[in-house]
């Protein structure tokens, strides 16, 4: 029923999703799983590839979870360390996505990290497999507690809504959650169909936080360097239909590029906070582009071909000198924390910190620094 109401809604938000195609492959996953946030069932057959999503092959994988009752997510104030992932590999491709090079370190990666990429990974049955996390055999709750009023976080791996299909699949585990617990919803996504899930979802509207992340208010920039995402602006605008219909939202300005000077991020910052309406947010994370694997080349190379060469050389100049890129996580941190200086608690910057710049930023938190 659900799915069927789903599928007749007609594609006219503005969004640019490529809706997923039907189209059979033959092609077959070399491994169970590349779950990193999961334990995989080691005896699962080969896994089949059946679908295309952005062009990207389909591959359903067996695995025992896909909640996380101790994700490190905690760390980041995003949730009370449960997380949730229907999936192990995005339907979308940002060049400076970090999941893949997470991928490599995990013993049940692709045999070919590089696959990670051109793969959607699914969690089969993976609103089934969250009902059994939550229940006792015999059906009755496992966190029955009425007072347990936990946050969880998704994803910590993939899009929550990156096209209609994926949303509904999201829709389902939140409904999971909602009856079974007492929990509160995080839900963060690059799509614009978070207003249909809030729609789907509006009987507990309490209970769920809805946020879009970017890193630039400029559609074309944002389209360099992240693929199959939702334009920016209509991102934004569907996170302001969220706010002007009461739901509970916040901000994640991030990653954020390297700019020319302090103006100009104090400028970034106040264009940021007006455009996500952040006053009418719950809390707005922040972050610079922090450098994992090969994600600081893929961007340089996206920006490059996107035609922002001077964006790409400022980001190799800042990843290649230690000094540079302390100045810039400093000065993108002080633009937005000037911004929200009015309201203690609100700004979340995250921020990896070393010996020897832990000073400063300790001295930091009480702006909203929150140190990895
Ligand atoms: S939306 Fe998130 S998980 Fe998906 S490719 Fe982009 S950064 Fe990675």
């Given at each position: 029923m659900l799915y069927l109401r789903w599928m007749n809604l007609p594609l006219d938000h503005g969004s640019t999703l490529q809706p997923a195609t039907t189209s059979r492959t033959t092609a077959?996953?070399?491994?169970?799983?590349a779950a990193t946030d999961s334990t995989p069932t080691p005896a699962s057959p080969p896994a089949k590839a059946t679908v295309r999503m952005a062009g990207k092959t389909?591959?359903?994988?067996?695995?025992?979870?896909?909640?996380n009752f101790t994700s490190g997510f905690s760390h980041k104030l995003l949730c009370d360390g449960l997380t949730f992932t229907a999936g192990s590999a995005c339907v979308y491709s940002c060049a400076f996505c970090y999941?893949?090079?997470?991928?490599?370190?995990?013993?049940?990666?692709?045999?070919?990290?590089?696959?990670?990429?051109?793969?959607?990974?699914?969690?089969?049955n993976a609103v089934e497999v969250a009902k059994r996390q939550l229940t006792f055999r015999d059906g009755s709750p496992r966190f029955p507690d009425p007072n347990d009023r936990r946050v969880i976080?998704?994803?910590?791996?993939?899009?929550?809504?990156?096209?209609?299909?994926?949303?509904?699949?999201?829709?389902?585990?939140?409904?999971?959650?909602?009856?079974?617990?007492?929990w509160q919803i995080r839900l963060l996504s690059k799509s614009s169909l978070l207003r249909r899930i809030a729609d789907e979802l509006g009987d507990f509207r309490d209970r769920v936080i809805y946020g879009v992340s970017t890193g630039t208010l400029d559609d074309r920039l944002g389209a360099s360097f992240e693929k199959g995402t939702a334009l920016v602006s209509k991102r934004i605008q569907s996170l302001r239909r969220l706010q002007d219909d009461g739901f509970r939202t916040y901000a994640m300005v991030c990653p954020s590029l390297p700019l020319a000077d302090d103006a100009a991020y104090q400028a970034f910052a106040e264009q940021a906070a007006e455009e996500l309406r952040t006053d009418q947010c719950e809390?707005?994370?922040?972050?610079v582009l922090n450098v994992r694997g090969q994600s600081m080349v893929r961007t340089c190379d996206a920006l490059r071909q996107g035609g922002y060469a001077e964006h790409a050389e400022r980001l190799e100049r800042v990843s290649t000198d230690r000094e540079a890129w302390e100045a810039y996580a400093r000065s993108t941190?002080?633009?937005?924390a000037r911004?929200?200086?009015?309201?203690p608690g609100?700004?979340?910057f995250l921020q990896y910190v070393g010996r020897g710049t832990r000073p400063y930023w300790d001295a930091q938190i009480a702006r909203g620094a929150v140190l990895l």
């Open positions: 077959t996953a070399k491994t169970p799983t389909v591959v359903e994988v067996e695995s025992k979870t896909v909640i999941v893949e090079d997470l991928m490599r370190k995990n013993p049940h990666r692709l045999p070919n990290p590089e696959d990670h990429q051109s793969m959607v990974i699914r969690r089969r976080y998704a994803s910590p791996l993939v899009d929550v809504a990156a096209n209609l299909e994926l949303a509904r699949e999201t829709v389902e585990i939140c409904r999971e959650i909602l009856t079974r617990t007492a809390h707005v994370w922040a972050e941190f002080e633009a937005h911004c929200h200086e009015g309201t609100k700004l979340r």
